[in-house]
């Protein structure tokens, strides 16, 4: 079992930049692979990006490419999602799950989740 903790969420302008974390516990960080989704209002969740257990393959949704960097520290035992440039179509609820195989762009692939972080961009 693995626990996963999402933080900094928040509501920011347009333009604007967080930072979100994922934090987990549980199970041995480095053996999984990390991925961010998220959820609009009405729509289905839909993937963000994806790290794998190295960190040395990173697969991102065209929406976001230049504009967020997925990251994770395996001492630390977190992973991260930097959001630049953001905008009002980036509000959404935030999810980070972990997989025990590769970084996917498939939700069934992965094994846990979080429990969500609300991002906000206003206009």
């Known amino acids: 079992q693995a626990q996963l903790i999402e933080s900094g969420g928040g509501l920011v302008q347009t333009g604007g930049s967080l930072r979100l974390s994922c934090a987990a516990s549980g199970r041995t960080f480095s053996g999984v692979a990390m991925g961010w989704f998220r959820q609009a209002p009405g729509k289905e969740r839909e993937f963000v990006a994806a790290?794998?257990?190295?960190?040395?393959?990173?697969k991102y949704a065209d929406s976001v490419k230049g504009r967020f960097t997925i990251s994770r520290d395996n001492a630390k035992g977190t992973a991260y999602l930097q959001m630049n440039s953001l905008k009002p179509e980036d509000t959404a609820v935030y999810y980070c799950?972990?997989?025990?195989?590769?970084?996917?762009?498939?939700?069934?692939?992965?094994?846990?989740w979080g429990q969500g972080t609300q991002v906000t961009v206003s206009s």
């Open positions: 790290v794998s257990r190295s960190g040395g393959s990173i």
């Open positions: 799950a972990a997989a025990q195989f590769t970084a996917t762009l498939r939700e069934g692939d992965y094994d846990y």
